[in-house]
């Protein structure tokens, strides 16, 4: 049977069909002309932009060492800015297989990309793919103000697709891939593909490998967490994801895939990306004054610096091993640093973790140290150690700690002695002193002496000047300083470069003015240059911009402090105190070279500071520990050619190959004259005297002189006065050149010092050998009316036969301080009268 009824009308012509397509379409419809009109508004705005700052990056400023060697970064982004011809094509593949796998088909935007993205994470229920180019990133990364990442509307997404495309109407690929590669983070504090080739590999991003390339590429997707220093195995799995990619849209071929694969990913040993030391410290400083604090974390200059890298670690290296031997001694009371690194390492991981308070800051007490190495013919510095850990403490002792240098010091009294006309064979009276000449201005005073230099020190009666700087003897040196006058040797240090001001006390002479590392190592160059003096130190000798046009040069200047004999005479006797001196264990024991060389130990009164400052002919080095706490001793019988002198040592050794040391021709006007050792005189005939012959016991006659070095105008005009008749056993200071202590200090200042302990010392760090209780039974403190013990007298050591006799009682010197196991020896041997048996009446 035939069906006559109507046909049912197609689903599609349907209302129910109907009715919402047209709602959708509608929809649709307003919403892409919303589109439409938004993205020309957004594509308008993004015109608007300035993409100058594409090219605008934060650049580290790298510093070099003398040899080009890089030491050290000033960052606020540690990136390199490299061209496309710097980039290693391999690592041009990379990224484009790990980031952009379409970046040479599309114009910025990958809108199939977006497609597919949008597909699979609703097919996922969750973001697992995103579709940003290379351009889009670059879009965000320079314009992170206009394009905040925290910001997640459509609007924002729109305007970044629309800066995407501006950018690639502006720039090439080429110049894409450029800027990306210099601003992108590769993690580990590295911005830009140069700075993470060099952290990572330590070579340039041109020298790249595929496999190496494809591990940095790898590491953009989640820098820190897949870090080869942190998660090796996720790194190489990301690299691994990488070679795949590229692969697979035909960068590479299989082949160059499955050989990568085998290579093992190798990278540096982590350092730190600041490398804080206190010379880099002292560079990025002095940069900051040169062209600003900003400019120099941000600019990316190149610093050229006078710091010897190689030396620079063998000066860390060598004071470190040697202070932690010092805390070893038996005598060592102080705090250790293996001990305070503990303590610091577990306060950083409490502050890391917010269980302490980062203004908690843990201070270091141990013992401290530092060394400064100059080049003598510019004054640049060459090694700079400011502490034991710059982690620790970023003071830098070196350049900014003022402590007294002790008879370190000496140098310079004798320098402006022989200026004023005495010359090293002046005779001086080595011998028992009035203790009120030094303290006046101070609460102690010298003797019995300031800080001699070793256990075995004694009076020798006359000596030449030369003994008395090479033996370093304190009183010789005092009486020296007296007669040339106090004012002379505060203006020749002065002119020496010692900027700190030196107290107006005949104590000055000993090295009781506070000074800097830096300023006495600088003073001492005048020696083996000479008489003259770089007019500063420096370690910046020049800076360069981006474009290598120099914006800095330092100015080397010269300053003449003393005349050229004077320079020649203070070298020999420094030459000898590394012979037959109080650092006579530099040849014998701290195996240096006989080169020519010369230097000065110095101990500080009570053991505080240890210093030894020292020279070749192409180097000075200065050497300094103590304890940042003034005035704590670093132990009983701390001695600076103990404790010093081997830190010198160390490091000169390590100059010799580079900084090879030259003699010391003496300067024209310096002659030889023969001077008898008795009088200090010119040698006549006469200076013979009979000696007693060690193997046979019989008198010989042997003449008592030697040739000294001089000038014309220092040589003496007199013959010997002791064995051509008449004329006194040594040159005494002339009454009216003595300084009054009423001259030297405001008298109203001034209160009289009395012992207070058994010592003339204080606290006899010495070991005194004669007690206020004596001082007192020997009628030398008036007035003092302290009991006195009558079983325990020593006799008062009277003066050589061959002096004048003093005019004023003299105090018996301290002794110099003996290991305590040696105390018990000293104290038998005093002096214990048995009391008188009773009288019977």
């Not at 020298?207 to 897949?226: R, V």
């Not at 009454?735 to 009054?740: D, F, H, I, N, V």
């Not at 302290?786 to 006799?805: G, T």
Request: charged share 25%; aromatic share 8%; hydrophobic share 40%.
């Amino acid at each position: 049977m035939w069906d006559i009824s109507p046909p049912r009308k197609r689903f599609y012509r349907r209302p129910w069909f109907l009715i919402p397509f047209w709602v959708v379409a509608a929809v649709g419809l307003v919403g892409a002309v919303y589109v439409l009109g938004e993205r020309v508004k957004l594509q308008a705005k993004a015109a608007t932009f300035d993409y100058s700052r594409l090219e605008a990056m934060e650049s580290a400023s790298v510093i070099y060492d003398r040899n080009g060697v890089v030491m050290g970064r000033m960052f606020t982004q540690n990136r390199d800015q490299v061209k496309i011809d710097q980039l290693s094509p391999a690592l041009l593949k990379a990224v484009v297989a790990a980031e952009d796998a379409r970046f040479y088909q599309h114009s910025g935007v990958d809108y199939r990309g977006i497609v597919r993205a949008v597909v699979k994470n609703y097919q996922s229920g969750k973001k697992v793919q995103g579709a940003s180019t290379l351009a889009q990133q670059l879009a965000r990364n320079t314009f992170p103000d206009m394009l905040p990442p925290q910001e997640k509307s459509y609007q924002r997404k729109l305007l970044e697709l629309a800066v995407a495309q501006e950018i690639e109407k502006r720039c090439n690929k080429q110049k894409v891939l450029e800027l990306y590669l210099n601003r992108v983070f590769f993690g580990s504090g590295f911005y830009g593909a140069e700075a993470a080739a060099r952290g990572y590999f330590g070579k340039a991003a041109k020298d790249l490998t595929l496999s190496e390339a494809a591990m940095l590429c790898g590491l953009l997707k989640s820098p820190n967490n897949l870090s080869p220093w942190k998660n090796r195995d996720r790194c190489i799995e990301s690299r691994n994801y990488v070679l795949q990619r590229a692969m697979e849209i035909g960068l590479i071929t299989a082949e160059e895939r499955e050989e990568t694969l085998k290579q093992d990913i190798i990278v540096k040993n982590r350092r730190p990306i600041h490398q804080e030391s206190y010379a880099a410290d002292l560079v990025a400083q002095q940069v900051a004054q040169k062209v600003g604090r900003d400019s120099a974390v941000s600019d990316g200059y190149r610093i050229y610096t006078t710091i010897d890298a190689g030396l620079q670690k063998t000066a860390e290296k060598v004071m470190r091993e040697q202070l932690d031997t010092v805390e070893r001694h038996e005598g060592f009371e102080g705090q250790l640093a293996a001990q305070f690194d503990s303590e610091f390492k577990q306060q950083q991981r409490q502050t890391a973790a917010g269980e302490t308070e980062p203004e908690a800051r843990l201070m270091p007490e141990y013992l401290q140290g530092g060394v400064v190495v100059l080049d003598n013919s510019s004054g640049g510095i060459l090694a700079l150690v400011g502490g034991r850990d710059f982690a620790h403490s970023p003071y830098n002792r070196a350049t900014s700690a003022r402590r007294p240098p002790g008879t370190a010091f000496k140098p310079l009294v004798y320098a402006a002695a022989f200026e004023k006309g005495l010359f090293p064979g002046t005779l001086l009276k080595d011998a028992v002193m009035d203790n009120r000449q030094v303290m006046i201005g101070g609460e102690s005073g010298i003797l019995g002496e300031w800080g001699p230099e070793r256990v075995d020190n004694k009076y020798e009666g006359g000596i030449s000047a030369r003994t008395a700087l090479v033996k370093s003897k304190n009183a010789a040196t005092v009486r020296l300083g007296m007669e040339t006058g106090l004012e002379a040797t505060l203006a020749l240090a002065k002119q020496a470069g010692i900027e700190t001001p030196l107290r107006k006390f005949p104590s000055t002479f000993l090295g009781s003015s506070e000074v800097t590392l830096m300023e006495l190592t600088l003073a001492n160059t005048m020696f083996p240059n000479g008489g003259w003096r770089p007019e500063k130190p420096f370690i910046v000798t020049r800076i360069e911009d981006k474009a290598g046009r120099v914006v800095y040069r330092a100015e080397r200047k010269k300053v003449q402090v003393v005349k050229p004999s004077t320079a020649h005479e203070i070298n020999t006797c420094l030459a000898e105190v590394l012979e037959r001196g109080t650092a006579d264990k530099t040849y014998t024991e701290l195996g240096v070279k006989k080169f020519p060389l010369g230097g000065k130990t110095g101990t500080a009164y009570n053991f505080t500071d240890v210093w030894f400052v020292g020279y070749s002919s192409a180097v000075t080095c200065g050497v300094w520990a103590g304890f940042d706490k003034p005035r704590t001793p670093i132990y009983r019988g701390a001695f600076s050619n103990e404790i010093a002198l081997p830190i010198w040592a160390g490091v000169m050794k390590a100059t010799f190959a580079a900084y090879n040391p030259k003699d010391f021709p003496p300067p024209k006007g310096i002659i030889k004259c023969e001077i008898c050792r008795a009088s200090g005189q010119l040698a006549t005939e006469k200076c013979v005297e009979s000696v007693e012959n060690k193997d046979t016991g019989e008198k010989v006659r042997q003449r008592t002189t030697y040739l000294e070095i001089c000038t014309e105008e220092q040589a003496p005009r007199e013959g010997c006065s002791v064995h051509g008749g008449g004329g006194t056993f040594v040159k005494e200071v002339k009454p009216g050149e003595t300084p009054r202590p009423e001259l030297a200090v405001d008298v109203s200042k001034v209160h009289r010092v009395l012992m207070k302990a058994p010592t003339v010392l204080g606290n006899d760090p010495y070991n005194s050998s004669q007690s206020i209780k004596n001082a007192v039974a020997m009628g030398l403190l008036n007035g003092h009316t302290a009991p006195v013990d009558s079983s325990v007298i020593i006799p008062v050591v009277a003066a050589a036969s061959a002096e004048a006799a003093p005019t004023e009682p003299e105090v018996r010197r301290a002794e110099p301080v003996r290991p305590m196991q040696q105390q018990a020896a000293v104290i038998d041997t005093t002096i214990k009268l048995d009391p008188p048996p009773p009288i019977d009446f």
